[in-house]
């Protein structure tokens, strides 16, 4: 699949933001990889932002998520009416191959994905992993 992306739907960034009270909102990601058997993924981040009791608080470093397509596609609850797709050109690969592909979506809610991470707010030594509601929009950086 060369191209893939998600439909908008009725709400606004800004309604879906305010409608959390603590999550992430990662409007780009950087690498990542998801095994094709199972459908579990683990992407970075390369910009994400705090979200408490509905507003961007302060720039998290560091944030991964981690998940299995299927189950992140059953927690989303908001789907934004900002469907943009990514202009840069991404690449998958497999086995040694690799293919120009184009993504794109709208701003998503999740109710809950795990994030993890050795400088996210989300994680730690003290209690790993968390889930949390994830909202953002799937932007590949090209940096």
């Known amino acids: ?8 739907g009725k709400s606004t960034p800004e309604e879906i933001i305010a409608s959390v ?7 780009n990601f950087g690498g990542g990889q998801v095994d094709i058997t199972s459908g579990k993924f683990v992407f970075s981040t390369t910009e994400a932002y ?3 009791k509905g507003r961007i608080t302060k720039p998290v470093k560091g944030a991964t998520l981690i998940g299995s397509g299927i189950e ?4 989303i609850s908001m789907v934004g009416n900002d469907l943009a797709l990514d202009k840069g ?3 998958c690969g ?5 293919l120009p592909v184009g993504v794109g979506q709208p701003t998503l809610k999740l109710d809950m994905l795990t994030v993890g991470g050795t400088a996210s ?7 790993g992993p968390n889930k949390f509601v994830f909202c953002g929009a ?3 950086s090209h940096n």
């Open 1 to 8: 699949m060369t191209n893939t992306y998600m439909l908008a």
């Open 21 to 27: 009270e603590y999550g992430l909102y990662a409007p």
């Open 50 to 52: 705090l979200i408490e």
């Open 72 to 75: 992140a596609m059953q927690q």
């Open 89 to 91: 050109v991404g690449v």
């Open 94 to 98: 497999k086995e040694g191959q690799s």
């Open 121 to 127: 707010p989300f994680s730690g030594p003290a209690h």
């Open 138 to 140: 799937y932007r590949i």
